[in-house]
């Protein structure tokens, strides 16, 4: 690279010569390494132990993750003066691992160790979806709206969506079922013409893309490991002969294998929504899973889960880039993963995903119903059954004839108007008036309850559900637009079929519960008449006059009473206990192995219905996922940047935490690749711009690359057009400064961390100062790399023959603004958060427990107050 200026280079050793130490103040910046200036430092607060951050991209919100074990998200507003920013905490169930804001910037999404994403309300800290699609830890998450600007119009929801009765929120027990009923949730929430594309991944290599963070549209597993965690089931994704289809012909053999002992970083969806980069770590690189921090025993990462370097030297020491891309190879990889699919059908797809969401919801509602009257139910009827088993006993020990049962007793005490001697000693010795009176109220409350849950809830759901399976079938028979995606009429009108056969068998509910709401009456009235005529048996006045006020059986019900027990029909309501079914309870939802005429009871039907309609879900999946292929393979060469210091307690502590794996935000010694989409003008597709700082050198420098990577049709050649920059910090052999942590910040733009080393006034060490810089990419100058392949030893990024490196100091006057003097706490920075669009960006330092915020956009003076905790 070019040489920076002899003048100060020569000022800088007579200063030293005389034993003082070259200040690098707020407004005083170092010659070749930016313009002079002080952007203001909006807080200086303690942190916790972090494991990741991300500012919100519409409002002056900061999300936190803490790392384990205490695994909470909290949101701040470090940008007002209020002394207690923090705006909610939540804890997060299984370990978070990973967070990303919504392009909206109203919700949030977290992933964790169990494998499962979680979508927060950003204002409230109120859980709206939570989904399991992956089975290893969750390593990446990444939003991008669905809106690609075609200017279509919005898609509105249909006019049955606002026609049909709302679904009510569940009463949870027969005492409470007659309170004000609210709106129950079971609708997707987010409004279908903006969905927005959630895209996660996790250390077994599965990448899912899904619609509004709770449908999955796409599913393909990139690398594998040997099998899912125990006790855990299998996510969804291809097949093994469907992840072999996704590498073309023309990549180099055994690039698949490579990947296995990979684990992913990052990953990035295009805005045109074409396609998809997924960044990978080293081999045996572990993600934030695996890893614990040095020092910190009690947590559950272990640094001995993970595949270890040898020695520090063989993660942090100079490397070359190996010839040909292999399982052992220390460089970064990069997939870049055709899914055009997404763009061309977006239209179809929102219809589709937020129909087949919407159907899910509601089927999870009639499931959720049915459960919870088959709950309430058994709480009602358990009593009255238990009673009628000890008179079935009674019978049986006072019987005469071995034809002797309790209906010929029932039928002698109807006939003669006095008990028998089995009935009465049941009414002496086993029950008495209060508490038939009590069963009979809790048996009664358990009828009206499920009137009332099939009546209001269920026959509702199910009107919901035909007509949602109606409008579904209805876009399914457009073949051309809905097919390809995976929505055909066949197994919607097999769905059409069980909702039907489920409204049925509430019909058949209503009239069994009709029947055995006669039948107990007459069964109660009989009984408490015999129980009041015995002279040990006092009924209260209050009691009495219950008895008396129930009167006498009807006629009508009476014969039907008198039928039941000709016909020896149950007497403790098993035909309706058997119509509603067992509560099985969320582990059992899928019903395995029950075939759908089995399903007689409402309980089964309800899981049958969800297990057919999450395989709509699945086809969908399939169908996309069928069409994703790998367009590129890239490998990028980024030693760590700390390989580079001179500072020993840095390059320690970067060694120590290069071997343990330690990943950012917390530690320091990995690489710093980050990828992200910019747009590369009318009539171009998004180009793919990756983000390092590379060590292994004399300086640390900072490298700019970026990938035009085409979508071609199957089977063609797929050509890449790459070019890179590199620049350098400046400073001198004395006083060398380092590029440590970098960021895209807005379009064009990157912000860096620089680590500016010096000699000290005594004893002769090394001492650091920091400071961050906003350059202007775009007067950088990028060479064209000639030969760039998609696959093979031609894909590689960051060898030093690509690019010359140029000074900061080189870059036309304004493309460099900078802030130094720093504090201290800034040079064991191990992450470094921006957002253009708030104009902020964030420096966080693990060891030192520090998070500072600068606005980027403002310039205050040294003496601004610099809120400290």
Same mark, same amino acid.
């Given at each position: 690279?070019?040489?920076?200026?002899?003048?100060?280079?020569?000022?800088?050793?007579?200063?030293?010569?005389?034993?003082?130490?070259?200040?690098?103040?707020?407004?005083?910046?170092?010659?070749?390494?930016?313009?002079?200036?002080?952007?203001?430092?909006?807080?200086?607060?303690?942190?916790?132990?972090?494991?990741?951050?991300?500012?919100?991209?519409?409002?002056?919100?900061?999300?936190?993750?803490?790392?384990?074990?205490?695994?909470?998200?909290?949101?701040?507003?470090?940008?007002?003066?209020?002394?207690?920013?923090?705006?909610?905490?939540?804890?997060?169930?299984?370990?978070?691992?990973?967070?990303?804001?919504?392009?909206?910037?109203?919700?949030?999404?977290?992933?964790?160790?169990?494998?499962?994403?979680?979508?927060?309300?950003?204002?409230?800290?109120?859980?709206?979806?939570?989904?399991?699609?992956?089975?290893?830890?969750?390593?990446?998450?990444?939003?991008?709206?669905?809106?690609?600007?075609?200017?279509?119009?919005?898609?509105?929801?249909?006019?049955?969506?606002?026609?049909?009765?709302?679904?009510?929120?569940?009463?949870?027990?027969?005492?409470?079922?007659?309170?004000?009923?609210?709106?129950?949730?079971?609708?997707?929430?987010?409004?279908?013409?903006?969905?927005?594309?959630?895209?996660?991944?996790?250390?077994?290599?599965?990448?899912?893309?899904?619609?509004?963070?709770?449908?999955?549209?796409?599913?393909?597993?990139?690398?594998?490991?040997?099998?899912?965690?125990?006790?855990?089931?299998?996510?969804?994704?291809?097949?093994?002969?469907?992840?072999?289809?996704?590498?073309?012909?023309?990549?180099?053999?055994?690039?698949?294998?490579?990947?296995?002992?990979?684990?992913?970083? =990052?990953? $990035? &969806? *295009? !805005? /045109?929504?074409?396609?998809?980069?997924? @960044?990978?770590?080293?081999?045996? %690189?572990?993600?934030? +899973?695996?890893?614990?921090?040095?020092?910190?025993?009690?947590?559950?990462?272990?640094?001995?889960?993970?595949?270890?370097?040898?020695?520090?030297?063989?993660?942090?020491?100079?490397?070359?880039?190996?010839?040909?891309?292999?399982?052992?190879?220390?460089?970064?990889?990069?997939?870049?993963?055709?899914?055009?699919?997404?763009?061309?059908?977006?239209?179809?797809?929102?219809?589709?995903?937020?129909?087949?969401?919407?159907?899910?919801?509601?089927?999870?509602?009639?499931?959720?119903?049915?459960?919870?009257?088959?709950?309430?139910?058994?709480?009602?009827?358990?009593?009255?059954?238990?009673?009628?088993?000890?008179?079935?006993?009674?019978?049986? =020990?006072? $019987? &005469? *004839? !071995? /034809?002797?049962?309790?209906?010929?007793? @029932?039928?002698?005490?109807?006939? %003669?108007?006095?008990? +028998?001697?089995?009935?009465?000693?049941?009414?002496?010795?086993?029950?008495?008036?209060?508490?038939?009176?009590?069963?009979?109220?809790?048996?009664?409350?358990?009828?009206?309850?499920?009137?009332?849950?099939?009546?209001?809830?269920?026959?509702?759901?199910?009107?919901?559900?035909?007509?949602?399976?109606?409008?579904?079938?209805?876009?399914?028979?457009?073949?051309?637009?809905?097919?390809?995606?995976?929505?055909?009429?066949?197994?919607?009108?097999?769905?059409?079929?069980?909702?039907?056969?489920?409204?049925?068998?509430?019909?058949?509910?209503?009239?069994?519960?009709?029947?055995?709401?006669?039948?107990?009456?007459?069964?109660?009235?009989?009984?408490?008449?015999?129980? *009041?005529?015995?002279?040990?048996?006092?009924?209260?006045?209050?009691?009495?006059?219950?008895?008396?006020?129930?009167?006498?059986?009807?006629?009508?019900?009476?014969?039907?009473?008198?039928?039941?027990?000709?016909?020896?029909?149950?007497?403790?309501?098993?035909?309706?206990?058997?119509?509603?079914?067992?509560?099985?309870?969320?582990?059992?939802?899928?019903?395995?192995?029950?075939?759908?005429?089995?399903?007689?009871?409402?309980?089964?039907?309800?899981?049958?219905?969800?297990?057919?309609?999450?395989?709509?879900?699945?086809?969908?999946?399939?169908?996309?996922?069928?069409?994703?292929?790998?367009?590129?393979?890239?490998?990028?060469?980024?030693?760590?940047?700390?390989?580079?210091?001179?500072?020993?307690?840095?390059?320690?502590?970067?060694?120590?935490?290069?071997?343990?794996?330690?990943?950012?935000?917390?530690?320091?010694?990995?690489?710093?690749?980050?990828?992200?989409?910019?747009?590369?003008?009318?009539?171009?597709?998004?180009?793919?711009?990756?983000?390092?700082?590379?060590?292994?050198?004399?300086?640390?420098?900072?490298?700019?690359?970026?990938?035009?990577?085409?979508?071609?049709?199957?089977?063609?050649?797929?050509?890449?057009?790459?070019?890179?920059?590199?620049?350098?910090?400046?400073?001198?052999?004395?006083?060398?400064?380092?590029?440590?942590?970098?960021?895209?910040?807005?379009?064009?733009?990157?912000?860096?961390?620089?680590?500016?080393?010096?000699?000290?006034?005594?004893?002769?060490?090394?001492?650091?100062?920091?400071?961050?810089?906003?350059?202007?990419?775009?007067?950088?100058?990028?060479?064209?790399?000639?030969?760039?392949?998609?696959?093979?030893?031609?894909?590689?990024?960051?060898?030093?023959?690509?690019?010359?490196?140029?000074?900061?100091?080189?870059?036309?006057?304004?493309?460099?603004?900078?802030?130094?003097?720093?504090?201290?706490?800034?040079?064991?920075?191990?992450?470094?958060?921006?957002?253009?669009?708030?104009?902020?960006?964030?420096?966080?330092?693990?060891?030192?427990?520090?998070?500072?915020?600068?606005?980027?956009?403002?310039?205050?003076?040294?003496?601004?107050?610099?809120?400290?905790?």
């Amino acid at each position: 690279g070019r040489s920076c200026s002899e003048t100060a280079l020569a000022a800088e050793l007579v200063a030293m010569e005389e034993g003082g130490i070259p200040s690098v103040g707020a407004g005083e910046a170092d010659e070749g390494t930016g313009q002079a200036c002080s952007f203001r430092i909006w807080s200086d607060r303690s942190a916790s132990d972090l494991e990741a951050l991300e500012w919100n991209p519409c409002m002056d919100l900061l999300a936190c993750l803490t790392a384990p074990p205490d695994s909470t998200m909290s949101i701040y507003r470090l940008l007002a003066e209020d002394q207690s920013p923090k705006l909610l905490s939540e804890k997060i169930t299984g370990v978070g691992t990973a967070l990303a804001w919504s392009p909206c910037g109203r919700k949030i999404a977290v992933g964790d160790r169990l494998g499962g994403v979680s979508v927060y309300d950003g204002e409230s800290g109120a859980v709206l979806h939570v989904r399991r699609p992956h089975a290893h830890p969750v390593s990446a998450l990444s939003w991008v709206s669905d809106s690609v600007g075609d200017g279509a119009p919005p898609i509105e929801d249909p006019p049955w969506a606002r026609m049909l009765p709302p679904l009510l929120a569940m009463p949870t027990s027969a005492s409470n079922m007659y309170t004000e009923a609210h709106d129950a949730e079971a609708t997707a929430s987010d409004a279908p013409g903006d969905l927005g594309l959630l895209v996660s991944a996790d250390e077994g290599g599965l990448v899912v893309v899904s619609a509004g963070g709770s449908f999955t549209l796409q599913a393909s597993r990139l690398c594998g490991m040997p099998g899912p965690p125990p006790q855990q089931e299998q996510a969804p994704g291809p097949s093994p002969g469907a992840r072999a289809a996704l590498w073309p012909q023309q990549c180099p053999e055994g690039s698949a294998e490579a990947l296995i002992s990979r684990r992913p970083k =990052a990953v $990035r &969806l *295009s !805005p /045109d929504l074409r396609s998809l980069a997924v @960044l990978f770590g080293p081999p045996g %690189s572990s993600s934030s +899973s695996t890893a614990a921090p040095e020092g910190d025993p009690s947590s559950p990462r272990t640094p001995a889960a993970t595949k270890a370097p040898s020695s520090p030297s063989a993660r942090m020491g100079d490397q070359a880039s190996s010839a040909a891309f292999g399982a052992e190879s220390p460089d970064d990889v990069v997939l870049v993963l055709d899914v055009r699919k997404l763009a061309v059908r977006r239209r179809e797809l929102i219809m589709a995903s937020s129909m087949a969401e919407r159907l899910s919801a509601v089927t999870d509602y009639a499931r959720r119903a049915a459960e919870t009257l088959a709950k309430v139910w058994k709480s009602g009827v358990d009593g009255f059954a238990k009673k009628v088993r000890a008179l079935e006993d009674t019978v049986e =020990a006072h $019987r &005469l *004839s !071995p /034809d002797s049962t309790v209906h010929q007793d @029932l039928l002698m005490t109807c006939c %003669s108007g006095n008990p +028998s001697d089995a009935l009465h000693t049941f009414l002496m010795k086993q029950t008495s008036v209060q508490q038939l009176l009590r069963l009979e109220r809790g048996l009664m409350q358990a009828l009206d309850y499920a009137n009332l849950i099939v009546t209001t809830r269920l026959q509702v759901a199910c009107h919901h559900l035909i007509t949602i399976l109606h409008e579904m079938h209805a876009r399914a028979g457009w073949e051309q637009k809905f097919k390809a995606i995976g929505l055909e009429p066949g197994p919607l009108e097999g769905l059409q079929a069980q909702a039907g056969a489920l409204l049925r068998l509430g019909e058949l509910l209503l009239i069994e519960c009709s029947q055995a709401r006669c039948f107990a009456k007459t069964f109660f009235q009989v009984l408490l008449r015999m129980a *009041s005529k015995l002279p040990d048996q006092t009924p209260s006045a209050s009691e009495m006059s219950h008895i008396a006020n129930c009167g006498s059986p009807t006629r009508e019900d009476l014969d039907e009473f008198i039928a039941r027990l000709q016909h020896r029909g149950s007497l403790d309501l098993s035909e309706v206990t058997a119509r509603i079914g067992m509560a099985r309870g969320t582990a059992d939802r899928n019903v395995r192995g029950l075939p759908d005429a089995a399903c007689c009871s409402v309980v089964d039907a309800t899981h049958c219905l969800a297990r057919e309609v999450e395989k709509v879900g699945d086809r969908i999946c399939a169908a996309l996922s069928s069409h994703t292929s790998v367009l590129a393979c890239i490998q990028v060469h980024a030693p760590s940047p700390w390989t580079s210091l001179a500072v020993p307690e840095l390059k320690a502590v970067a060694s120590s935490n290069a071997v343990a794996s330690v990943p950012s935000a917390r530690g320091l010694g990995h690489s710093t690749v980050m990828l992200a989409w910019e747009s590369a003008g009318q009539n171009e597709g998004p180009c793919l711009l990756a983000l390092w700082t590379g060590g292994g050198q004399k300086r640390s420098e900072l490298h700019i690359s970026r990938l035009r990577v085409p979508p071609a049709p199957p089977g063609a050649p797929v050509r890449v057009h790459a070019e890179r920059a590199c620049l350098q910090a400046g400073g001198s052999s004395a006083r060398a400064a380092h590029f440590l942590l970098c960021e895209t910040y807005g379009a064009g733009k990157v912000a860096a961390l620089i680590v500016q080393e010096y000699a000290a006034a005594r004893g002769g060490a090394v001492a650091a100062s920091a400071s961050v810089c906003l350059i202007d990419t775009t007067d950088c100058v990028f060479d064209t790399l000639p030969n760039f392949a998609a696959f093979g030893p031609a894909a590689v990024l960051g060898m030093p023959s690509q690019a010359n490196a140029m000074c900061l100091g080189d870059l036309p006057e304004g493309s460099v603004r900078r802030r130094d003097n720093l504090p201290e706490s800034c040079i064991w920075a191990s992450a470094l958060c921006a957002m253009a669009s708030r104009g902020v960006c964030s420096v966080y330092a693990w060891r030192a427990r520090r998070l500072l915020t600068l606005d980027m956009e403002a310039e205050g003076d040294e003496d601004d107050d610099e809120a400290g905790n």
